[in-house]
C-alpha cells in the first residue's frame, strides 16, 4: 500500500511569513491533488498536478511535482489568516486503486 | 461547479437510533464516498459506490451500510448509532478512478457532524 506523509505535521505562523508543506511517497502517483479543508467544512480541490516537475501556480500558492511523480510541495508566500487549514495531498495508489489521502498539514496563521 | 450537498450540517442522536445521512452530487459522477473523520485519525474510507445499487467496503464499514438506488444520491445508513460514531462525516463524488488519469480530483460536501449521546 503506497503512502503518503505530509510534513510538517503542524505549522504555526505569524501573518506575512513563507511557508513550505511536503507530501512524500516512495512510489509513483500519475497525480496527486491538494485540498484545503476550513474548520467545520469539507475538503476543497486547489490543484492537481500531473507531469513530473510540473509547477502550478494559484495566487501566492505554488504547488510543485517532483520529477519523479513520487512528492509533491505546497509553498505559501506572505501568508495570511485566511490560508489556516488542513492541506492534504491525495492521488490513486496504483496497486489497489483506492485514492488515498495524505497525513494532513495543519496550518495556523496568526494575525 | 461541481456541487456535492449533504442532507444535515450538524446531527444530534441517541444510542441505539438509526440514522440516515444523504448526500446528493450534480455532476453525473460514476463514483460516490463516504468517509469520516476524526482528530489525529485522518480521512478513512467507510463505503463507495462505483455504479448505481453498487458498493464496495471501505476501511471501517463496521456499523454501516450504504444505498444508491439513483446515480445522483449515495446515503449512509448507521443501524444502530453508538457513541463511537461520534464525528464529522464527509460525502464525496469523481469521476471513475484510474492510476493513470490526470483527473482524480473528489469534490466533497460541507460535512455532517454527528453526534450520538
Known amino acids: 500500500t503506497q503512502l503518503l506523509e505530509q510534513s510538517p505535521q503542524f505549522l504555526s505562523i505569524q501573518e506575512g511569513e513563507n511557508l513550505t508543506v511536503y507530501c512524500n511517497s516512495s512510489s509513483v502517483f500519475s497525480s496527486l491533488q491538494w485540498y484545503r479543508q476550513e474548520p467545520g467544512e469539507g475538503p476543497v480541490l486547489l490543484v492537481t498536478v500531473v507531469t513530473g516537475g510540473e509547477v502550478k501556480k494559484l495566487k501566492r500558492l505554488t504547488f510543485q511535482f517532483g520529477d519523479a511523480r513520487k512528492d509533491s510541495s505546497l509553498h505559501i508566500t506572505a501568508a495570511q489568516p485566511g490560508d489556516t487549514g488542513l492541506y492534504l495531498c491525495?492521488?490513486?495508489?496504483?496497486?489497489?486503486?483506492?485514492?488515498?489521502f495524505g497525513t494532513g498539514t495543519r496550518l495556523k496563521v496568526l494575525a | 461547479d461541481v456541487k456535492v450537498t449533504q442532507s444535515s450540517r450538524y446531527l444530534v442522536k441517541r444510542t441505539g437510533e438509526k440514522v440516515f445521512l444523504e448526500c446528493v452530487q450534480d455532476?453525473?459522477?460514476?463514483?460516490m464516498f463516504w468517509y469520516r473523520q476524526d482528530p489525529g485519525l485522518g480521512l478513512r474510507l467507510i463505503y463507495f459506490s462505483y455504479d448505481v445499487k453498487m458498493k464496495e467496503k471501505g476501511d471501517i464499514p463496521e456499523g454501516y451500510s450504504v444505498s444508491r438506488e439513483k446515480k445522483e444520491r449515495f446515503s449512509l445508513i448507521l443501524e444502530s448509532a453508538s457513541t463511537n460514531q461520534t464525528s464529522m462525516y464527509l460525502c464525496?463524488?469523481?469521476?471513475?478512478?484510474?492510476?493513470?488519469?490526470?483527473?482524480?480530483?473528489?469534490?466533497f460536501g460541507p460535512g455532517t457532524r454527528l453526534t450520538v449521546t
Open positions: 455532476m453525473d459522477h460514476e463514483n
Open positions: 491525495a492521488g490513486v495508489d496504483s496497486g489497489t486503486y483506492k485514492y488515498i
Open positions: 464525496a463524488s469523481s469521476l471513475p478512478l484510474l492510476a493513470e488519469s490526470p483527473t482524480n480530483e473528489q469534490y
